[in-house]
């Protein structure tokens, strides 16, 4: 964009490896790297000087778990709008759940995807493959084919392979090419017609419950044969304490095994339905609060590597079915880190350090993508937060095309004021 | 809302479930049930008090005794009656809620009466209707004029309801009047009993619900009242009993049982329609303990209170599918 070097004046930097902020300058270079952080950059005449006094400098996020909707719903959202939710929330890169209309489980549609991501996206997007043909549990689709043609992941997300012996060998085919597997653990027939946790509030509302049991057996069967298989594995939206105690165990015995937590898992809990409101519908379910607690602990501890948001746009005619009708799913990229900040970090739940170590810097590493941790040489690659002031989240703030989120009109503290990536500004939010 | 009515203190623009209401507004129904009840005996059984106002029942699952209950229930108080019947199949589900009560709004109903075989629609319709709706049976959740009608049936049989005991016995799992009827005993005083197959008696139940394996304990807890719950033969019963053969043997008012419900003077209570020789064998119908037809009666009644109690809220226009609902 400019072809001038820009000084990051007087900012708070946060980082993985230090759960205070340090105070320092950082200065970018021409080509978009950075060049020095220090505590005191002498300002020079060449230099665009951006006060960032009182303003926190935080490594870009990467979400895990984004559904982009296109090709086959972009009512919801397209590559184009998800993306730039994204960059609206910090987020500076993102895997795409390959559940499009038609799925991404062939080689030709990983490059169709990657094409359009290419042309249509400012920041870089990865996308995950099927492992099974067309999402149905039946065959394997062609994974190295998708491989060669970019896929990192591969996953039938949304559901789960039920049948043990194709997940198994799904497991086996995928070590040859240093693919992650990642599961949506569930047992459909357990689940049936649920549409939110079962328990006391299912009974008062009258919903259909879908047991913790119905993931925890599926977390316990898929870890069982990553274990047999010596295969890697990746366990997605994690929702029950049990569940990530399972994970804790393979764990602790040294099964290749990394695990996702969502901001809404933390947040929220059954509870919050209240009078069937769908912003709080999703799958897996909000369970107790006694899970939003434990989850919690789990993320301090490691059990849980990554936070992903399961970012699921859904129209407002869907949302607005009755609450067994409505499809599961919120939205997250935009919230995530305003509602993490304003709930966990600003309250002292938890320090920057968890935060940026689990939605910047792990998802990359699990990805084998280079650090953007802001220090010398590496890539620009981060966002200007300003923690005194808030935001409205609202249709006029958001980029998604979908607003199913539990935050709609609601007001979260913290601002993403400016979105840096390599020598371009993505985002500033004082420049209208 | 002014105040020149003491008693529009007590009203409120939709009954939805038990839970929301308060015990003083139950007593004030059931007073006010009575009246309209004695109202019954005479020729002319017609009241002015909805004249002009328009009521529809709109039932998206099929049902003919609790629609014609409150087909006559409004009547009976002078209101017009409009029966509006959605078939499941002819609405890809759930999917029009919102266009029909758009419609029906430019209709100016005052009272929408709603079932559906989802939970939550009639709070759904509530948020986005000026029309006052009355639950009547929503999916597992509320069936809150049941409720209300038993209390009322309740009370002609124990003027003093605290500390009386009622067994509900069958599907409590899938039950909406097992919930609000027991919702509503619990906010009465009155202790409850469940009594079903294991796989019908569900483990998220309220810790206030005695749980018994068979009719042998639950007689020894002395139950004043025997509600027995519908049996719906459409669900996929395999899952949850193997037949109504054993079904009845072991939850059925079997001859020996109705021995037993004999001597100890119990009641039994039953929503409608009853299934024969599953939950109860013909006998107990003519047994003079049983209050199966006088709760039918008793129905028309109580919905009438109802009616007359609800207040249909402002005339307000709602923008159509253009915003979330949700209360932010």
Redesign the interface.
């Known amino acids: 964009m400019t072809e001038t070097q820009k000084l990051f004046k007087n900012g708070q930097i946060a980082s993985e490896k230090s759960p205070t902020l340090r105070q320092a300058d950082v200065l970018v270079n021409e080509k978009g790297s950075i060049s020095a952080v220090e505590s005191y950059i002498e300002t020079k005449p060449e230099m665009d000087v951006i006060d960032c006094s009182r303003k926190i400098l935080v490594p870009g996020l990467f979400d895990m778990h984004v559904h982009l909707r296109e090709p086959g719903r972009e009512d919801k959202e397209t590559i184009e709008t998800g993306t730039e939710a994204a960059i609206n929330g910090g987020v500076t890169g993102l895997l795409a759940m390959p559940n499009t209309t038609p799925p991404i489980d062939s080689g030709g549609m990983v490059r169709f995807v990657l094409t359009l991501a290419k042309e249509r996206a400012r920041i870089p997007v990865m996308t995950s493959g099927c492992i099974t043909h067309n999402r149905q549990g039946k065959e394997l689709a062609e994974i190295a084919d998708m491989k060669e043609k970019g896929v990192v992941m591969i996953t039938d997300d949304g559901s789960p392979v039920a049948n043990s012996y194709l997940f198994r060998r799904a497991l086996e085919y995928a070590r040859n090419f240093d693919l992650i597997v990642a599961s949506h653990c569930e047992t459909m027939e357990l689940s049936a017609d649920g549409a939110m946790h079962?328990?006391?509030v299912?009974?008062?509302?009258?919903?259909?419950?879908i047991p913790a049991c119905s993931e925890e057996i599926s977390i316990e069967r898929d870890l069982s044969l990553a274990h047999y298989t010596k295969a890697r594995i990746h366990i997605q939206h994690v929702s029950t304490a049990r569940g990530m105690e399972i994970i804790r165990r393979f764990k602790e015995e040294g099964v290749h095994v990394t695990a996702e937590v969502t901001p809404h898992h933390l947040l929220f809990s059954e509870e919050d339905i209240?009078?069937?409101?769908?912003?709080f519908k999703m799958n897996p379910p909000l369970r107790t609060k006694v899970d939003n607690q434990q989850l919690l602990e789990g993320l301090k501890e490691g059990i849980f590597d990554i936070i992903a948001t399961d970012h699921a746009p859904h129209t407002?005619?869907e949302?607005?079915?009755?609450?067994?009708?409505?499809p599961f799913g919120i939205t997250g990229l935009e919230t995530a880190l305003l509602s993490l900040y304003t709930y966990l970090v600003k309250p002292g739940k938890t320090n920057w350090n968890l935060f940026v170590k689990t939605y910047s810097a792990e998802p990359r590493r699990i990805l084998g993508l280079p650090s953007v941790e802001i220090k010398p040489t590496h890539p620009a690659e981060f966002i200007v937060f300003d923690p005194d002031v808030t935001t409205i989240i609202n249709k006029a703030f958001m980029r998604s095309k979908s607003?199913?989120t539990?935050f709609?009109?609601?007001e979260l503290m913290g601002r993403v004021e400016k979105v840096i990536y390599k020598n371009e500004i993505l985002l500033d939010r004082l420049q209208k | 809302m002014t105040k020149q009515d003491p008693e529009k203190k007590k009203r409120r623009k939709d009954l939805l479930d038990i839970d929301s209401i308060s015990v003083e507004e139950i007593d004030f129904l059931v007073k006010t049930a009575q009246p309209f009840k004695e109202l019954f005996t005479r020729s002319v059984k017609k009241v002015p008090t909805l004249r002009g106002k328009s009521v529809l029942n709109l039932f998206y699952e099929p049902s003919t005794r609790t629609r014609t209950s409150f087909e006559i229930a409004a009547k009976r108080l002078s209101a017009d009656v409009t029966n509006f019947s959605v078939s499941q199949s002819s609405v890809v589900k759930g999917e029009s809620i919102l266009d029909t009560i758009d419609t029906l709004q430019s209709m100016k109903v005052d009272y929408m009466i709603v079932r559906h075989s989802e939970s939550g629609v009639p709070n759904f319709i509530a948020q986005n209707t000026h029309a006052s709706v009355i639950n009547a049976g929503d999916g597992y959740h509320a069936h809150p004029t049941q409720a209300i009608l038993d209390t009322y049936t309740l009370k002609e049989v124990f003027p003093d309801l605290t500390r009386k005991k009622i067994l509900i016995v069958g599907d409590i799992l899938h039950s909406r009047v097992a919930r609000s009827v027991s919702t509503c005993c619990r906010k009465l005083g009155i202790e409850i009993g469940v009594l079903g197959p294991g796989t019908l008696i569900p483990d998220s139940r309220p810790d206030y619900m005695e749980c018994f394996k068979d009719y042998a304990t639950a007689f020894a807890w002395n139950p004043d009242v025997i509600y027995l719950l519908r049996l719906q033969r459409e669900r996929q019963q395999a899952y949850f009993f193997p037949s109504m053969r054993e079904y009845h043997n072991l939850f059925g008012i079997t001859s020996n049982r109705f021995e037993t419900v004999k001597s100890e003077g119990i009641y039994i209570m039953h929503p409608g329609p009853v299934n024969r020789g599953v939950e109860l064998i013909d006998e107990v119908m003519t047994y003079e303990r049983c209050l199966i037809n006088q709760q039918v009666e008793n129905g028309i009644a109580t919905r009438m209170a109802i009616l007359y109690w609800l207040q249909p809220g402002e005339n307000k226009i709602r923008k159509p599918n253009t915003e979330i609902r949700g209360k932010s």
Do not use: H, R
Not at chain 1, 202 to 209: A, C, F, V
Not at chain 1, 274 to 279: E, L
């Open positions: 079962e328990g006391k299912s009974y008062q509302l009258g919903i259909p419950g209240g009078d069937y409101n769908t912003a407002t005619f949302k607005n079915l009755d609450f067994s009708s409505a607003v199913n539990p709609l009109g609601k």
